[in-house]
Structures are given as structure tokens and as C-alpha cells.
């Protein structure tokens, strides 16, 4: 009992959201000496750099900008012209995409180290980082690609044997189909695929993770709207 409480006491507190911003809202100050990262809530590609500072426990230096995506603020488009999310206000500059983001703040943030320094690992690293995106638009084919992928190291249950930025590419995606095959075409991405069935377990152990994934059963009523598909 004492045990369990001391692990739930160590446990970080559930971060305080601030709300998303749809076009009527007010564009925050810029280079006033604060860090922010324009992200949504839903979307995936903004969760990898979510994911990224709540790891290295970043929550109190880089402020969350939730932007609705379904009514964006045109303001946006002048903080970075993509018009695209993730973006990072940081040392008054503007830095955009996700795989470039997570990469950034790993290097230039305190905290847990996300790149292995194993050379072998660092090379497997970036093949599945330049492999992320294509995986994104392949599945269901790509995942027996991604089975393979995590059975490389026998060190520990993710791609790298430990978590790494290699994860947090892949989770948001991998934890998506998951809850869209499921529950749009009755398809388990898992059967028969053993080591995602052990990432996908090991993975929401991690808090840094868990607090930013969404209600499932939301996320497929969107998707289900979005598609036009009748409940």
C-alpha cells in the first residue's frame, strides 16, 4: 500500500488545458519572451510535439496554443505562413513540423535524452523517422512493416529497445488506427502482431503519453462525420 501510494505520488499531475481558440479569438502576444506550441488537440502530428514536452517535463516552459482546426484563426497564418500545425515560438523564431519539432526540443530543452547515442540505433532511428509519414498514408500494409521494425533491439519493448523520438512518431498514428479500424471497419490491427500489441501496452503506461490522447469514442465520431458515415 505504501509502495503504491509513493508511485502515484510521484506521478505528474494532470496538466490544466487551456481551451482551443476558433477565428474569433485573440492572437497571443509574440517573442515576449515565452514559448509556446500552436498545436490542436486532435490532431496527431501536433501530439508528437505534445507528447515530446510533457516527457522531458517541459510543461511549465513551453505554453500550449490549442488552435481549432475546423475554424482556424486567420491570425495564424501570420505567425507561421504554413498555416500549418505544430509550429514552436521559441527564442523568437518560429519553427514548424513535426518530425523537425520533436527533434528540436529534444536538443535544445532540458530533460530526458530521446536520441539514443548507439550509433546502429541512430541510424535505424532516422529510417523510421523518414518512414513515418509514408507509414501514415499505407496502413493496413505498412503495419507488418512496423511489427518487423520492433523486433530489431531486444533491450526493451519500443523501436529503439527504449523509448525514444522514434515512439513518439509513431504512437499518435498507430494508437489512431487502432481506434478507427476498430471501430469504423471491425478490423484489430493487433491480431496477429504480437510486438505492437506490447508497444501500444507499454506506451500507455507512460503519462506523458496517455495525458494527451483523446476519447476514443469521440475521436470515431468525428471520424465517422467527417466521412459522411451514418451511426
Given at each position: 500500500m505504501e509502495m503504491a501510494a509513493a508511485v502515484a505520488a510521484s506521478r505528474p499531475a494532470i496538466e490544466a488545458l487551456p481551451p482551443t481558440m476558433p477565428s474569433a479569438s485573440e492572437q497571443p502576444p509574440l517573442y515576449d519572451g515565452e514559448t509556446r506550441l500552436f498545436m490542436s488537440y486532435i490532431c496527431p502530428y501536433a501530439q508528437r510535439a505534445w507528447i515530446a514536452r510533457n516527457y522531458k517535463g517541459l510543461q511549465e516552459k513551453i505554453k500550449l496554443v490549442p488552435i481549432d482546426m475546423n475554424d482556424r484563426p486567420a491570425w495564424y497564418k501570420g505567425v507561421y505562413p504554413k498555416n500549418t500545425l505544430p509550429s514552436l515560438e521559441h527564442n523568437k523564431k518560429i519553427i514548424g513540423e513535426s518530425l523537425d519539432l520533436?527533434?528540436?526540443?529534444?536538443?535544445?530543452?532540458?530533460?530526458?535524452?530521446?536520441?539514443?547515442?548507439?550509433?546502429?540505433?541512430?541510424?535505424?532511428?532516422?529510417?523510421?523517422?523518414?518512414?513515418?509519414?509514408?507509414?501514415?498514408?499505407?496502413?493496413?500494409?505498412?503495419?507488418?512493416?512496423?511489427?518487423?521494425?520492433?523486433?530489431?533491439?531486444?533491450?526493451?519493448?519500443?523501436?529503439?529497445?527504449?523509448?525514444?523520438?522514434?515512439?513518439?512518431?509513431?504512437?499518435?498514428?498507430?494508437?489512431?488506427?487502432?481506434?478507427?479500424?476498430?471501430?469504423?471497419?471491425?478490423?484489430?490491427?493487433?491480431?496477429?502482431?504480437?510486438?505492437?500489441?506490447?508497444?501500444?501496452?507499454?506506451?500507455?503506461?507512460?503519462?506523458a503519453y496517455t495525458h494527451t490522447k483523446q476519447d476514443p469514442t469521440e475521436v470515431i465520431a468525428l471520424t465517422k462525420k467527417k466521412l459522411g458515415v451514418r451511426t
Open positions: 520533436i527533434k528540436y526540443i529534444d536538443i535544445n530543452f532540458a530533460g530526458p535524452k530521446l536520441t539514443p547515442d548507439d550509433s546502429e540505433k541512430q541510424r535505424l532511428a532516422e529510417e523510421l523517422l523518414a518512414y513515418s509519414d509514408i507509414f501514415n498514408q499505407a496502413v493496413p500494409a505498412a503495419l507488418d512493416n512496423i511489427e518487423l521494425s520492433l523486433s530489431k533491439f531486444d533491450d526493451g519493448p519500443f523501436f529503439l529497445g527504449q523509448f525514444s523520438l522514434v515512439d513518439i512518431a509513431y504512437a499518435p498514428f498507430i494508437d489512431g488506427f487502432q481506434t478507427l479500424f476498430a471501430g469504423i471497419k471491425n478490423y484489430d490491427i493487433t491480431e496477429g502482431r504480437a510486438n505492437i500489441q506490447i508497444f501500444i501496452k507499454e506506451m500507455n503506461k507512460i503519462d
